[in-house]
């Protein structure tokens, strides 16, 4: 077996199933759980229909390609979205469908990362945020690297200080994760920051991975969060050199089974990527791939499930703002909370008494220079229906009180 196997940590739902272990909770209530953020929205008639139409598909092997329907209507989502140059996006050379980002963003950094010919040589080292979504961490262990984890606390409003990264870490760095809007605190990083990052990816040679999986969830419709091949394109860089973004419809269109997103930039890493994948064999199967061209060219189901999120956060706010300090994120599903203290205890007691199960900030981060980011916060996916998330939030301010 791979050595590197024994560097993997539980993922935080082990954890966090160990931590209720033996707990019956003291109330008949309905139980509800805000910590995984599996969207619960109905999915698009149009995109159910389009699987029902495309079924007879499944007697054709895909291509790892994908279709160049599919190709062409992401090169158009993403031209509409970002702003970019009609044309500019090319479905043959900078696009390519995934089985979701997860599987994306995991299976990218074994084909990125290059292993040192020497073993005493040191190993290559991957970029991620802390906090952060633990598939970055086990990526970069199952490559052959070592992760550094740069913080994104509240002292920077939860964003990343590219700049106060070492030297000496970027001088072995091959690859950087970032994600914006983050996971947990929702929190976008703005084109000062963007520029900042391509200008040292630039110095060092290091291949950008830009986990976009929460960008079509925000809450003013004439101010969409800004994404990395946008903020390329403005600044000139239109190859989108060393970039690569993922895209998914988990979020978008309420839809995690389908298991379809994409991934988009650079057109050399791409081709790379694409052998790589070719071998891997993770291609999307023609009724998955019609389904994905029906959502990705629906924008109405989108801004309605923006609506529903935004009147969970109004009621959810309204009703946590007088226990908790809890705000409204840039974008995203989550709230990142701040309880005061042991987030573990919170956690266990909250679901011990009212049945309402939240994820502990320290199961989405790592100690960093004498500090874990995580400690002391939750996560609640406001992912449940209205009437739930309210319900949920009544019984925490309840807890609390």
């Not at 739902?13 to 969207?39: C, N």
């Not at 200080?161 to 870490?169: L, R, W, Y």
Request: charge should be negative.
């Amino acid at each position: 077996m791979n050595p590197d196997l024994t560097r993997l940590h539980p993922y935080p739902f082990e954890k966090l199933a160990e931590l209720k272990a033996g707990i019956s909770p003291a109330t008949s209530d309905k139980p509800i759980a805000l910590s995984i953020g599996e969207p619960q929205h109905a999915p698009p008639a149009v995109a159910l229909r389009a699987m029902a139409d495309a079924l007879g598909g499944l007697s054709r092997y895909p291509l790892t390609k994908g279709e160049r329907s599919l190709r062409e209507t992401i090169g158009h989502w993403l031209t509409r979205r970002f702003a970019l140059e009609p044309g500019l996006v090319d479905p043959d050379r900078h696009v390519l469908p995934v089985a979701g980002t997860r599987e994306a963003l995991f299976s990218f950094a074994q084909a990125v990362v290059a292993r040192p010919e020497d073993p005493a040589a040191p190993r290559p080292v991957v970029l991620m945020p802390n906090p952060f979504y633990q598939i970055y961490e086990g990526a970069a262990l199952l490559a052959g690297a070592e992760p550094y984890y740069y913080p994104t606390t509240s002292d920077t409003g939860f964003l990343p200080d590219f700049a106060a990264i070492p030297a000496e870490i970027w001088a072995r760095a091959q690859l950087i994760y970032v994600c914006s809007p983050g996971n947990p605190s929702g929190a976008v990083i703005d084109r000062a920051r963007i520029k900042t990052l391509f200008d040292l990816a630039d110095r060092h040679d290091v291949v950008i991975a830009a986990d976009e999986c929460y960008s079509e969830i925000y809450f003013n419709e004439d101010a969409p969060p800004v994404g990395f091949m946008q903020a390329a394109h403005e600044l000139g860089r239109s190859d989108f050199n060393r970039l690569v973004i993922f895209h998914s419809l988990s979020k978008r269109s309420n839809l995690p089974g389908l298991r379809s997103g994409f991934v988009a930039g650079d057109a050399d890493i791409l081709a790379r990527y694409l052998k790589y994948r070719t071998y891997q064999g993770c291609a999307l199967s023609l009724p998955v791939q019609m389904t994905s061209i029906a959502a990705w060219n629906d924008e109405t189901h989108v801004q309605e499930n923006r609506q529903h999120y935004r009147e969970k956060f109004d009621a959810v706010l309204d009703i946590l703002a007088p226990v908790l300090p809890v705000q409204r994120p840039d974008a995203g599903f989550y709230l990142w909370t701040d309880v005061g203290g042991d987030e573990l205890g919170f956690t266990r007691d909250l679901f011990a008494e009212q049945a309402i199960t939240v994820l502990p900030g320290r199961f989405l981060s790592r100690p960093f220079e004498n500090k874990d980011p995580g400690v002391g916060f939750v996560r609640m996916a406001l992912v449940a229906e209205l009437i739930d998330c309210v319900d949920a939030a009544q019984r925490i301010r309840a807890f609390l009180s």
